[in-house]
């Protein structure tokens, strides 16, 4: 996860993780906002061996209890799909504040993009192997 500030030393562990969207802005106050999220932990249950125990996502972060072959490269994967499809909602919508917001607040060393959608790095603690 490149510019990550946390180290996952047992990627097959189940992992306590938190993702935040940029400045807290609150993206998921909408259903079709939350269906991307959904779709996307049904994908990678699929294609990453994503087990999801736990979720509860709130306006503006999710919080998941999850474990996979490879958590950090799933998670990844995670939020690049996500971000994607819903910069796409958000731009079909037209939802001018939000997208302005992401723009305005995105990473200076994000000059491949217009707009960023998470925070960087992922908050996550190594939970106890559950039985």
């Known amino acids: 996860m490149g510019r990550s500030r946390y180290k996952i030393y047992e990627p097959t562990h189940p992992h306590f993780i938190t993702c935040t969207v940029l400045n807290w802005i609150p993206l998921f106050t909408r259903k079709e906002s939350v269906d991307i999220l959904f779709e996307s932990f049904r994908h990678l249950q699929q294609t990453d061996n994503l ?4 979720y509860v996502i709130l306006e503006n972060h999710i919080h998941i209890v999850a474990q996979s072959d490879d958590i950090a490269q799933t ?57």
């Not at 087990?51 to 736990?54: F, I, R, V």
């Open 51 to 54: 087990k999801l125990y736990a």
């Open 75 to 131: 998670m990844a994967k995670f939020k690049r799909h996500t971000a994607r499809q819903l910069i796409k909602l958000l731009e079909n919508e037209n939802v001018r504040t939000i997208l302005d917001q992401l723009a305005f607040y995105k990473k200076v060393h994000k000059s491949d993009r217009t707009y960023q959608v998470w925070q960087e790095g992922l908050q996550q603690n190594s939970c106890k192997q559950m039985s």
